[in-house]
């Protein structure tokens, strides 16, 4: 007998039984056959992640495999090769990268999980007005929302001042220290870290070095944000271990960007094109659908999800 027939089997005589228990003791008779198949198990059942939440048990596309898998996250304002963007308008520019500010918008590296290195970047503040930009460390759990994420945050103030803070779904703020941040002039802010130690530096000056002996963050990814004001980036440089590798802010493919839910990402094959958009008109679960239209081309196009901060399912 196939595996998914024995489970149901199984969950069938389990079911039978406790129903037995309920009747009060009376005598009851239970006939097994287990050669007779009453029902098929889609091929599309996950089975995974079976957990007791107020007597229930969920799987299929709750089974958590997914990280988004409703579709609610709001779209990202646009993709670029390399990185997930989980708030705010980022553009690209001539140079780099530039944002309007706003709630910490976040530009995520995908793949990268960063221990013992360095991370650098140049950052351009055309004002002055209040605000921050820089860089987190060690991210984990990004998600849409100023403070729903783990990282060390090392930022910039155009008033001359680097702010060193972390964020365990919080703003723990640790320093602030004064250093020249010129405006209307490229910036370079540097970031070493170790285990326990966060070491900063700005156009090559040491700055700050910080150990944390109370809540030590694990390795995890690099990210550039601002805080309510815009801020520009380039020459992003990740070095870890002893290897360096450069992001040049590329977009992704044009044909396929668009309104993609901020968990998933478009893909397509050979010279499909298509649309991708959030729709309202009765969606599955919340408030939010996600439409792929298919427009032009030979292919397909669809979305893809690698699971909780692209880890893998």
């Known amino acids: 007998m196939p ?4 489970v149901l089997s199984a969950v ?5 039984l406790l129903l037995a228990c309920a009747a009060g003791g009376a005598e009851v008779t239970i006939n097994v056959h287990a050669d007779r198949v009453v029902g098929q198990a889609s091929t599309y059942l996950t089975g995974a992640c079976i957990e007791d ?3 229930e048990v969920y799987g299929g596309i709750y089974s958590q495999m997914l990280y988004g898998e409703s579709f609610q996250e709001p779209a990202a304002s646009g993709s670029f090769k390399g990185f997930t963007a989980t708030d705010g308008e980022w553009k690209p520019t001539a140079e780099g990268v530039a944002v309007d500010g706003g709630a910490g918008p976040k530009l995520v590296t995908n793949d990268l999980s960063l221990a013992d290195g360095e991370a650098s ?7 002055d007005r209040p605000g921050n930009a820089g860089l987190l460390i060690k991210v984990n759990k990004p998600r849409a929302g100023a403070d729903n994420f783990i990282s060390y945050e090392v930022s910039l103030e155009p008033n001359g001042v680097l702010v060193l803070g972390r964020h365990r779904e919080n703003w723990e703020p640790i320093r602030r220290v004064p250093c020249k941040v010129p405006l209307n002039q490229w910036v370079k802010l540097s970031v070493k870290t170790s ?3 966060v070491e900063a530096s700005v156009d090559g000056a040491p700055v700050l070095k910080y150990e ?5 963050l694990p390795p995890g990814s690099v990210a550039l944000r601002a805080w309510q004001r815009p801020a520009e980036f380039r020459n992003l440089t990740v070095t870890s271990n002893g290897q360096t590798r450069t992001f040049p802010f590329e977009r992704s493919d ?9 968990m998933w990402k478009p893909i397509g094959t050979r010279t499909a094109q298509g649309h991708f958009a959030p729709v309202t008109d ?3 679960v919340g408030t939010l659908s996600q439409q792929i239209t298919f427009t032009r081309g030979q292919g397909e196009v669809g979305i893809e999800n690698r699971g909780l901060n692209r880890w893998g399912l």
Request: cysteine-free; charged content about 20%.
């Open 121 to 127: 970047v140049e950052i351009r503040f055309a004002d």
């Open 3 to 6: 595996h998914f027939h024995r």
């Open 53 to 55: 939440v107020n007597h």
């Open 195 to 197: 285990d326990r130690t």
């Open 282 to 284: 009765h969606p599955f």
């Open 12 to 16: 069938s005589l389990t079911l039978i």
């Open 212 to 216: 944390d002996t109370q809540h030590p």
């Open 254 to 262: 044009p044909s396929l960007d668009g309104g993609v839910s901020g």
